[in-house]
Nanobody, 119 residues
Framework: QVQLVESGGGLVQAGGSLRLSCAAS????????MGWYRQAPGKQREMVAR???????DYADFVKGRFTASRDNAKNTLYLQMIVLKPEDTAVYYC?????????????WGQGTQVTVSS
């Protein structure tokens, strides 16, 4: 089991910045992928950024150049630095990890943190 707790959301004006954090606890040694997703009202959840442990980091086209995902291994924490925020970035942002145990892959999600960008 992995527990995820996000923080750092809030209200910001367009053009502003925020940094989201996701603290992982529990059996974190099984984690193979860590990522951020978001869901706006009336829309499907979508991938924002995804870090493959020991591999690449993928970004959605709509955040390239504006958002940066990073990890602090010592703190088991995932970050999402967001700059030049736009009103269309308004959504609930969720932390996600993929955890491999044997041949089974588990998905864990945080509770979400609201990001609201005003125009």
């Amino acid at each position: 089991q992995v527990q995820l707790v996000e923080s750092g959301g809030g209200l910001v004006q367009a053009g502003g910045s925020l940094r989201l954090s996701c603290a992982a606890s529990g059996d974190t040694t099984c984690i193979s992928v860590m990522g951020w997703y978001r869901q706006a009202p009336g829309k499907q959840r979508e991938m924002v950024a995804r870090i493959i442990i020991g591999g690449d980091t993928d970004y959605a086209d709509f955040v390239k150049g504006r958002f940066t995902a990073s990890r602090d291994n010592a703190k088991n924490t995932l970050y999402l630095q967001m700059i030049v925020l736009k009103p269309e970035d308004t959504a609930v942002y969720y932390c996600n990890v993929e955890c491999g145990i044997g041949d089974v892959l588990f998905d864990y999600w945080g509770q979400g943190t609201q990001v609201t960008v005003s125009s």
